[in-house]
């Protein structure tokens, strides 16, 4: 049984920063992509950010510029960095990776329980 758990969410003023942490962790053999998603109240979910196994980052262009996500193979982790924080940052934060267990033969696709940002004005 794989899962992934994210933490670090909170409240913070516009203008702050937070750093999330999501953890995979149970039977593992490889994760390949890691990805951040964030779906605010009655918005679809959106993708913030993804960087792959060897380190590559890609970010829609709505989000470039203060987030910044990075990754920690050894620990299983993906991080994402958020700076100068505005209001409209407000969501749900989840983590979501391509996980091959160790039984399997090929990788599926998991998602974190979520973690919530609020940003005050």
């Known amino acids: 049984q794989v899962q992934l758990v994210e933490s670090g969410g909170g409240l913070v003023q516009a203008g702050g920063s937070l750093r999330l942490s999501c953890t995979a962790s149970?039977?593992?053999?490889?994760?390949?992509?890691m990805h951040w998603y964030r779906q605010a109240p009655g918005k679809q979910r959106e993708l913030v950010a993804r960087i792959t196994s060897g380190g590559n980052t890609n970010y829609p262009d709505s989000m470039k510029g203060r987030f910044t996500i990075s990754r920690d193979n050894a620990k299983n982790t993906v991080y994402l960095q958020m700076n100068s924080l505005k209001p409209e940052d407000t969501a749900v934060y989840y983590c979501?990776?391509?996980?091959?267990?160790?039984?399997?033969?090929?990788?599926?696709?998991?998602w974190g329980q979520g973690t919530q940002v609020t940003v005050s004005s």
């Open positions: 149970g039977r593992i053999f490889s994760i390949n992509a």
């Open positions: 979501n990776a391509g996980v091959r267990g160790i039984w399997a033969s090929d990788f599926s696709d998991y």
